[in-house]
């Protein structure tokens, strides 16, 4: 294990994402400071993260929250490298999206902010999402890249599932990247689509309960028939790339695969012939979205490589989600 990298900072530690760079940024050699929700009563278990090997030496929790901006400073001190993940998430519209919008960007400027005043921080790297793409006009977009942005006013007005969430997303993103520009901090996006595959954490992540519909037995929730798809552990890896490369500049699509619903259900049925899994021709049938192909060509021509298959995803997400009783 390569040692002395240095202290970097991971905010939303507990999360799919979050967790996950922990874990490889501990195999990889470096130090961690990460951040969770503040828990008064101590009911919420992190084990999952403090048994990670190596975290006893290298992983410090600290409480931080994105309502609280200046909250941040002490996970950020002393850091070289941040990864900005948490984010607001409310698909149920329990809050306006105003309010959810106004959190996520000032928690991220928070955050940046923090790592100007340490003085310590070399780059910024901010977890985006391919809702930031998807939603440019009316018509469907086949593929996009990084150039492409969500039309906000668009998503105001149709309202599709997650709209306030993406508003959220494209408005933080374009606040992170302006905020570097204008304060000498090296700030790059990384934009993953639906992340599957094993997960660490304790609760099932909302992106591999959609790609697993058709096994959990809800195919009346699914409206989408078309997902652009990464593993968990390519964007992980994707993310600590960015930190390290020599000179990366802006948005970065980290999104290998475009894969139809009835691709999804081939790959099911023939690996796990004992969930009740309808035929191709079914499957070619329905009705739903076609997201968009993100354009990963400038993360590959940076130098990066991506590991997985969509056979390793579907089949990592099934074997994690059996161990952890979800199926």
């Avoid at 939303?12 to 470096?30: A, H, M, N, P």
């Avoid at 403090?50 to 992983?59: H, R, V």
């Avoid at 999206?97 to 310590?120: F, N």
């Amino acid at each position: 294990m390569a040692e002395g990298k240095g202290r970097v900072c991971v905010t939303g530690g507990t999360g799919f994402i979050g967790s996950w760079i922990i874990k490889r940024l501990l195999e990889d050699g470096y130090s961690v400071s990460t951040t969770i929700r503040s828990d008064p009563g101590r009911k919420r278990d992190v084990s999952f993260l403090t048994n990670l090997p190596g975290a006893s030496e290298k992983l410090h929790i600290f409480n931080a929250d994105l309502s609280d901006p200046e909250s941040f400073g002490p996970a950020v001190e002393g850091c070289v490298g941040i990864f900005h993940t948490a984010t607001p998430i409310d698909f149920a519209l329990n809050e306006p999206e105003e309010v959810v919008t106004k959190r996520a960007i000032e928690g991220a400027l928070g955050i940046l902010r923090a790592g100007v005043k340490a003085k310590t921080v070399k780059r910024v790297v901010y977890t985006s999402s391919a809702s930031t793409e998807s939603f440019s006009e009316l018509e469907e977009k086949d593929v996009v890249d990084e150039s492409v942005w969500s039309d906000v006013d668009l998503l105001r007005r149709v309202k599709p599932f997650s709209w306030s969430y993406a508003v959220s997303k494209v408005l933080a993103e374009k606040a992170v990247l302006e905020f570097g520009e204008l304060n000498g901090l090296e700030v790059v996006t990384l934009v993953p689509p639906f992340v599957v595959g094993r997960f660490i954490c304790p609760k099932l992540p909302d992106s591999i309960e959609r790609a697993l519909l058709l096994v959990l037995g809800k195919k009346e929730e699914i409206g989408v028939i078309r997902y652009h798809m990464v593993h968990v552990d390519d964007v992980a890896r994707a993310h600590i790339f960015l930190l390290e490369h020599p000179n990366p500049k802006g948005r970065y699509n980290c999104s290998p695969f475009i894969v139809p619903i009835e691709q999804f259900g081939e790959i099911i049925s023939t690996k796990y012939p004992e969930y009740q899994i309808p035929t191709v021709e079914e499957l070619k049938e329905m009705k739903g979205v076609k997201l968009p192909n993100l354009i990963s060509k400038k993360l590959v021509d940076a130098g990066f490589e991506f590991k997985y298959s969509v056979e390793d995803m579907f089949t990592d997400a099934i074997e994690c989600c059996k161990e952890k009783g979800y199926l």
